[in-house]
């Protein structure tokens, strides 16, 4: 089957060209000015802007926190993904504490496999340390799970320092890279105890226990870790000013370091939380929390002048009902944001429509660098001949608005609601084959992506 997507602008992370775009089977066949349609359907996508597939390197579907289970499966949410753009994800496998990889790695492939509608990778956690598990890690990499998380908070998954910088050592023999969420466990547990001693048990509590300082002094804690394993990690949603100045220390040393940020850092201020009503203030934990309007300048900043690498979701959704476990203590709510369908407007209206960076840095943010940095590239986050066809063809003058009634995640609330955007997706291409016209996303199969190692 031949497409033809005839009059686009064709954007990379290098700049955008007016260019037509035709799809053979599962690739892009050519890309230039005047292609011949031949025996191709042609799409007229005059006044359109052409993008490689998002890829969302920060998923959480299926997934268990604090005794319920992540609203969105791998059916719903790569469903909402698509709706959004986004043509592969890559999700977080979590095998249990004292479990082998490769068990985790078979429960994941359940949730997904024949499920999934786009294509997807998964991150495999290490959440403890033997001889098994090193060895395990070069039989993930061997399975094209190039990419590891490893967390610095929550009892149920963090690892021990020691045990995480052995880990960062044989990462860094395998070639493999991990992402590492940044938090101080131990003073947040203090912040956590006095707060709820002062009988302080509502959201508000959430952000004050969490606070940035927090954070920043986990990212210099990994990074000085990672600088003596001399091994390149991920900072997955960096928040705040404080960890940037930690990141930006770190790389005046010389180390490689990667910062993946999300689309609530960049919009949301922290106010949400102290709304009177409980359960409103509650659709917002997730963690980090969500930070001051002055951190959203400086990851703007970060982000416009390349210190910012990728802009993922951490998409991990619960409905209120769901949160409403957490209506008498705010520890009890669970935490995370739903959002893979919206990412791609959003960076678009506030992004670019709004001035603040290029095309091709929203190209760069979604598309190239994680395809890049997760081992994909040039089958994913570019459209070149013999890239995978995954095309979002983006409309900047069809206006709409984002409301939980018309979203496909499947969760009764959006952190957008009533947010107007500049523009929206006309349509999505999977490999080649239509995903999403206007919005109806169409009985489509994604497909497990093996990955290389890192590019970027
Ligand atoms: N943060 C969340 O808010 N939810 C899931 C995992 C995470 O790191
Ligand atoms: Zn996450």
């Not at 068990?103 to 991150?123: F, M, N, P, V």
């Not at 399975?143 to 929550?154: A, C, E, L, P």
């Not at 101080?184 to 002062?198: F, H, P, Q």
């Not at 040393?253 to 359960?279: A, F, I, K, S, W």
């Amino acid at each position: 089957m031949k497409t033809l997507l005839r009059g686009g602008t064709v954007i990379s992370a290098q700049g955008e060209k007016r260019a037509d775009v035709l799809l053979e089977g599962e690739k892009v066949a050519a890309v230039g000015e005047a292609l011949p349609a031949g025996d191709a359907r042609v799409v007229d996508c005059t006044g359109k802007l052409l993008f490689p597939g998002f890829i969302d390197g920060h998923t959480h579907f299926d997934l268990e926190v604090c005794g319920t289970i992540t609203a969105d499966d791998f059916a719903t949410g790569s469903r909402a993904a698509l709706r959004g753009g986004t043509t592969m994800v890559v999700d977080f496998a979590a095998p249990d504490k004292g479990e082998t990889l490769a068990a985790g790695l078979k429960r994941w492939q359940e949730k997904s496999e024949g499920k999934t509608a786009c294509d997807y990778g998964y991150h495999m956690t290490i959440d403890d340390w033997n001889e098994d598990i090193s060895r395990e890690l070069g039989e993930m990499m061997d399975q094209g799970i190039t990419s590891f998380k490893m967390y610095m908070t929550y009892p149920a998954m963090m690892i021990p320092e020691g045990d995480m910088y052995h880990a960062l050592l044989r990462l860094r023999e395998l070639g493999g890279v991990a992402g590492v969420h940044c938090e101080n466990d131990g003073v947040i547990r203090t912040l956590v105890a006095e707060a709820k001693a002062a009988g302080k048990m509502s959201p508000g509590s959430h952000p004050r226990t969490r606070p940035a300082p927090l954070e920043a002094e986990a990212v210099g804690h990994l990074l000085r870790l990672a600088q003596l394993a001399d091994v390149p990690v991920i900072i997955v949603h960096l928040t705040c000013r404080e960890s940037l100045e930690e990141v930006r220390a770190a790389r005046r040393r010389g180390q490689t370091v990667y910062v993946e940020t999300c689309p609530h850092y960049l919009l949301l201020e922290d106010g949400v939380y102290d709304n009177p009503d409980y359960m409103e203030a509650a659709k917002f934990v997730c963690a980090p929390p969500i930070r001051k309007e002055s951190d959203q300048q400086a990851l703007w900043e970060a982000l416009k002048n390349g210190e910012v690498d990728t802009v993922a979701t951490d998409h991990c959704s619960f409905t209120t009902a769901q949160k409403r476990a957490g209506r008498y203590d705010f520890t009890k709510i669970p935490g995370g944001l739903p959002g893979v369908e919206h990412r791609g407007v959003l960076l678009y209206t506030h992004g670019v429509a709004a001035g603040r960076i290029t095309a091709s840095d929203m190209c760069r943010v979604l598309s190239e660098n994680p395809a890049k940095l997760y081992g994909c590239w040039p089958r994913k986050g570019v459209i070149a001949p013999g890239s995978d066809a995954d095309i979002v063809i983006y409309d900047p003058a069809a206006n709409s608005v984002i409301t939980a009634a018309a979203q496909t995640q499947n969760v009764d609330y959006t952190p957008y609601e009533g947010w107007e955007t500049s523009g929206s997706i006309a349509q999505v291409y999977l490999r080649g084959q239509l995903a999403v016209d206007h919005g109806e996303v169409q009985d489509i199969s994604g497909q497990f992506i093996p990955r290389g190692r890192n590019q970027l």
